[in-house]
T-cell receptor, first 112, second 111 residues
């Protein structure tokens, strides 16, 4: 089945630690995205990538980093510089402009 | 500044009625607009896309309108069912890869 897979579903992190969220797609999509969702704030764009080996900052990139070494994979690292990392993180992909985004099931990150 | 507004208050309607959700935007000239459904703890799922030169789009019990003069989209669910209860998000794409999402409206259909 084609789709987009995020792992893990739940993640706990101690303050001061970096953590990496996985996102893999087998839809052969060029564009991939990372969003953060907080209650009452909707989805906010962290990073996006239009093509392999290229990515751009979104609206809230501070404290996050990404890589796009393969078309299928777009991992997100939440660094210790992110002051309020507890949130629901969503990865998405799309084939091109004017097409829908396909979302993963999300990773809920909690800092303990 | 650029802004997308959806009614943040929950919408409760009786089963069988038509639900109407609103998406207003300012300072954009979107090439197209999308609607998504999101269930609690899950990722959004695409429902409909409407382009700036289209006034209306339908899919089964769903209907979307797009008024670029009013800068507004309306999302209708006819003959609503309890299974339609979810949060509905609108998203704009102003001609780039960057989708811009509204905060969503929570719909509850009462049996």
């Amino acid at each position: 089945d084609g789709g987009i897979t995020q792992s893990p579903k739940y993640l706990f992190r101690k303050e001061g630690q970096n953590v990496t969220l996985s996102c893999e797609q087998n839809l052969n999509h060029d564009a991939m995205y990372w969003y953060r969702q907080d209650p009452g704030q909707g989805l906010r764009l962290i990073y996006y990538s239009q093509i392999v080996n290229d990515f751009q900052k979104g609206d809230i990139a501070e404290g996050y980093s990404v890589s796009r070494e393969k078309k299928e994979s777009f991992p997100l690292t939440v660094t210790s510089a992110q002051k309020n990392p507890t949130a629901f993180y969503l990865c998405a992909s799309s084939i091109a402009l004017e097409t829908e985004a396909f979302f993963g099931q999300g990773t809920r990150l909690t800092v303990v | 500044s650029q802004k997308i507004e959806q009614n943040s208050e929950a919408l409760n309607i009786q089963e069988g009625k038509t639900a109407t959700l609103t998406c207003n935007y300012t300072n954009y000239s979107p090439a197209y607009l999308q609607w998504y459904r999101q269930d609690p703890g899950r990722g959004p799922v695409f429902l409909l896309l409407i382009r700036e030169n289209e006034k209306e789009k339908r899919k089964e019990r769903l209907k979307v309108t797009f008024d670029t003069t009013l800068k507004q989209s309306l999302f209708h669910i006819t003959a609503s069912q309890p299974a339609d209860s979810a949060t509905y998000l609108c998203a704009l794409a102003p001609g780039t890869y960057k989708y811009i999402f509204g905060t969503g409206t929570r719909l509850k259909v009462l049996a």
